[in-house]
């Protein structure tokens, strides 16, 4: 199973951590975004990871 994941910057933190997670499950993880605690707005990286499920690229988001 594949997911995308995706945070704004207030979120870099835990979405590392879940995307540890996943991994060390077993789960293949496409990281969208953000890859720093530089201040981002949200909608750019969700926008990726929700089109990344809509498409069929990833299983769940």
Same mark, same amino acid.
């Given at each position: 199973?594949?997911?995308?994941?995706? =945070?704004?910057? %207030?979120?870099?933190?835990?979405?590392? =951590? $879940?995307?540890? @997670?996943?991994?060390?499950?077993? +789960?293949? $993880?496409? /990281?969208? %975004?953000? @890859? =720093?605690? /530089?201040? $981002?707005? @949200?909608?750019? +990286?969700?926008?990726?990871?929700?089109?990344? $499920? =809509?498409?069929?690229?990833? /299983?769940?988001?």
């Amino acid at each position: 199973m594949k997911i995308a994941l995706g =945070s704004d910057h %207030g979120g870099f933190k835990l979405k590392e =951590s $879940v995307k540890a @997670y996943l991994i060390s499950q077993g +789960y293949e $993880v496409e /990281d969208f %975004g953000t @890859y =720093s605690e /530089d201040s $981002v707005d @949200y909608p750019t +990286y969700a926008l990726k990871a929700a089109l990344s $499920v =809509s498409k069929g690229q990833c /299983d769940k988001g």
